[in-house]
T-cell receptor, first 109, second 113 residues
Framework: DQQVKQNSPSLSVQEGRISILNCDYTNSMFDYFLWYKKYPAEGPTFLISISSIKDKNEDGRFTVFLNKSAKHLSLHIVPSQPGDSAVYFCAASAGDMRFGAGTRLTVKP | DAGVIQSPRHEVTEMGQEVTLRCKPISGHNSLFWYRQTMMRGLELLIYFNNNVPIDDSGMPEDRFSAKMPNASFSTLKIQPSEPRDSAVYFC???????????FGPGTRLTVT
C-alpha cells in the first residue's frame, strides 16, 4: 500500500529554470512532510520540511508547498543548478515515516 | 560526528547464505530505522527502534529477516537464508526521538546470486 506516491520517475530541466517535483499522499493522518535528496552511492539527506499546519515553507532556492485538501505536496527549485541533479524523495510522517519511490531530477547546463 | 556508519558497503553472497548488515547510529540519537530501497518500491521502512526497543516491524518482509539493537550504538539486520529477491540497497537511519528529520547512512548494496 503506497501511501506516498511520486508519479514522475524522472524530470529533466534546463539550468536556471524552475524544477517542480510532485508528491501525492493518501493518509490524512500525516502531519509532517519532508523532502530528501539522494546522490548516487550515498544515503538520502534531508532537504526541507513542512508541518501540516502550514501551506508553504521556503529555504533559499527551495520551496515546499502543501495542499491538504488535495493531499498534494510539491518542491520547487528556483533557479535549478546542475548540482541539483539527484533523486528526490518525498516523505510523510504520522508517527513513522513513509517515503515515495523518488523522482530523478536532471538539470542540464 | 562521523554520521551514521554502515558496514559492509557492498555484499555479494550466494542464495541460501546468511547475511548480516551492521549499523552504528549517530551518538545521542535514540531512534534507529532500517530501510530497503528497490527500483520498484522505492524506500521501504523495514523496522524501527526507540531506545533500543523494536517499535514497529510490520515492514519486515518475512521471517527470514530479523533485526536487533543490543545497545544504543549498534544494530544488525540479518537475512537467513538469503534469496535473490533480497538484492537491494539497505539503509540505516537514526534520529532524536522527538524529531522528524532522520540521518541516513551510506547504505549497504546487497547482491544475492
Amino acid at each position: 500500500d503506497q501511501q506516498v506516491k511520486q508519479n514522475s520517475p524522472s524530470l529533466s530541466v534546463q539550468e536556471g529554470r524552475i524544477s517542480i517535483l510532485n508528491c501525492d499522499y493518501t493518509n490524512s493522518m500525516f502531519d509532517y512532510f519532508l523532502w530528501y535528496k539522494k546522490y548516487p552511492a550515498e544515503g538520502p539527506t534531508f532537504l526541507i520540511s513542512i508541518s501540516s499546519i502550514k501551506d508553504k515553507n521556503e529555504d533559499g532556492r527551495f520551496t515546499v508547498f502543501l495542499n491538504k485538501s488535495a493531499k498534494h505536496l510539491s518542491l520547487h527549485i528556483v533557479p535549478s543548478q546542475p548540482g541539483d541533479s539527484a533523486v528526490y524523495f518525498c516523505a510523510a510522517s504520522a508517527g513513522d515515516m513513509r517515503f515515495g519511490a523518488g523522482t530523478r531530477l536532471t538539470v542540464k547546463p | 560526528d562521523a554520521g551514521v556508519i554502515q558496514s559492509p558497503r557492498h555484499e555479494v553472497t550466494e542464495m541460501g547464505q546468511e547475511v548480516t548488515l551492521r549499523c552504528k547510529p549517530i551518538s545521542g540519537h535514540n531512534s534507529l530505522f532500517w530501510y530497503r530501497q528497490t527500483m520498484m518500491r522505492g524506500l521501504e521502512l523495514l523496522i524501527y527502534f526507540n531506545n533500543n526497543v523494536p517499535i514497529d516491524d510490520s515492514g519486515m518482509p518475512e521471517d527470514r529477516f530479523s533485526a536487533k539493537m543490543p545497545n544504543a550504538s549498534f544494530s544488525t539486520l540479518k537475512i537467513q537464508p538469503s534469496e535473490p529477491r533480497d538484492s537491494a540497497v539497505y539503509f540505516c537511519a537514526s534520529s532524536l526521538q522527538d524529531q522528524y528529520e532522520q540521518y541516513f547512512g551510506p547504505g549497504t548494496r546487497l547482491t544475492v546470486t
